[in-house]
RNA sequence: GGGCGGGUACCCAAGUGGACAAAGGGGGCUGACUGUAAAUCAGCUGCGUAACGCUUCGGAGGUUCGAAUCCUUCCCCGCCCA
């Protein structure tokens, strides 16, 4: 095992709370117990609510795989229970409730999908529908007793539902209580979260210590924007990059962040260095290298994560030839043309548009390309013939055939 | 339980009998430009024929030549009171 500076060096590479003090509490408790000499009993929880995860869930699952190559024993913990009420913590609204089977079905590809980042041998997979199905209402009753309202309503996203008037449910709640029980049941060391998380994270520091244990050690990690570079990467917001998506999609959605967001995914999402990630953005700063590159380098990085170096090779290869030389992909899906068809049908039955009032729109703006030239007429009739390229925008093609 | 306010398109939000497929913003899409699917600028953004029509403003009924707008009823949310 490492000496503790080191493994202290890696550990609170990127921790971040909003308070100085609350940092400082937290290192020197982590420090005190990597000195106990044992591996570290260290978790994250992730609720299944969609069937993917993104690349927002990686930062926080690359922290725990820090741990595990330290040597310490990590529990991936999937909310089959906590999922069903929804996370209030990411939102100012409330959130749709999911049903068990919704739960499950999503559960299933979660833990795979995690070990991209995870190592296989040393994860504990564990599901909190375990130990929370049991509660009865007599124990949550009681752990609801450890909480007051006013340390709810103190919590910053219930505050401004309060002052909007928006609703804020009483079992929205709940969701601290189910979590901080996880900690309970878990018997954690350590538990990492979103820094959003650390109301639900301090939640089972206190119930630990309601049950007679000691009260874990909470690493909070920043929250990574989306693609549109202003709010938290979501399903919901749509503005997230799947791990499990094409290493194209993946490649051409990086190059589509706002270069201001560059910087924090080199810090939360690849495996570069502190030291190489510090170099980068200096490099960009006096002018020695051009943000396009930079974000190149960023977009074969977290391609590489997820689909290996020479899948993120070939994406950038399809990046240059399709969106820097405007030139067609190497493959594109067929569509076989049978008989005459108006083009807005062809582009509609093709999947290009989801409308024929949208595919028209789409020729009117001079987006729709058949063999190159540009469309004129939405009435123009397509005929069967030799295999012809059918461009609509930048990015969607198809080879009619 | 009582009083008041509210439920509008993917989201936020204007609209209080015809000029409403419904302002504005966000998001999305297309184009120009570029350093890229960044930034910026412009346009488009319910569906089908292209004359017009159809579906849409919490649900269901009704009044009217005509309803997002008026009436009845039901469902849901907020605030205040209990």
């Not at 069937?51 to 024993?73: A, C, N, S, W, Y």
Request: hydrophobic share 40%.
């Amino acid at each position: 095992m490492r000496s503790i500076d080191e493994q202290m060096a890696i550990l609170m590479q990127g921790v971040e709370f909003g308070d100085p003090q609350l940092y400082q509490v937290m290192e020197a408790e982590l420090r005190e117990r990597l000195s106990e000499g044992r591996p570290l009993r260290v978790y994250c929880g992730y609720d299944p609510t969609a069937p993917d995860i993104h690349l927002g869930h990686t930062v926080t699952m690359r922290k725990l795989r820090q741990f595990q190559d330290l040597g310490h024993e990590v529990t991936f913990l999937i909310g089959t229970f906590t999922g069903l009420i929804g996370d209030p913590s990411d939102k100012e609204a409330l959130r749709p409730q999911r049903t068990s089977e919704e739960l499950m079905a999503n559960a299933s590809t979660y833990a795979e999908q995690a070990f991209k980042i995870l190592d296989r041998e040393k994860t504990i997979i564990r599901y909190n529908a375990e130990w929370l199905s049991k509660l009865t209402f007599a124990d949550a009753v009681r752990l609801a007793s450890h909480f007051t309202v006013q340390q709810f309503l103190a919590r910053d996203n219930f505050a401004k539902r309060m002052v909007k008037g928006d609703p804020i449910w009483l079992h929205e709640f709940f969701y601290a209580l189910m979590q901080g029980y996880d900690a309970v049941m878990l018997q954690t060391d350590v538990q990492i979260g979103a820094t959003e998380q650390l109301f639900n994270l301090m939640a089972g520091r206190k119930l630990q210590e309601a049950f007679g244990q000691r009260p874990q050690v909470c690493l909070t990690l920043p929250i990574l924007v989306g693609t549109d570079g202003r709010i938290r990467m979501s399903k919901s917001a749509s503005n997230y990059i799947g791990i499990s998506e094409p290493p194209e999609q993946q490649y051409g959605k990086v190059m589509s962040l706002p270069d201001e967001a560059m910087m924090q995914y080199f810090r939360l999402v690849t495996r570069f260095t502190p030291d190489e990630i510090a170099r980068i953005e200096a490099d960009l700063q006096a002018g020695r290298l051009h943000p396009r590159d930079a974000k190149m380098m960023l977009a074969r990085e977290i391609v590489s994560i997820f689909h290996g170096d020479e899948a993120a090779a070939r994406a950038e290869e399809h990046f240059k030839t399709v969106f820097q030389q405007r030139e067609l992909p190497p493959e594109m899906t067929e569509y076989a043309l049978q008989a005459p068809l108006p083009i807005v049908d062809l582009i509609c039955t093709a999947g290009l548009a989801p409308s024929k009032r949208e595919a028209r729109r789409l020729i009117e703006q001079g987006g729709v390309k058949l063999e190159g030239h540009t469309i004129q007429s939405a009435d123009m009739i397509v005929q069967p013939g030799p295999p012809r390229v059918l461009q609509v925008g930048r990015r969607r093609f198809v080879r009619v055939v």
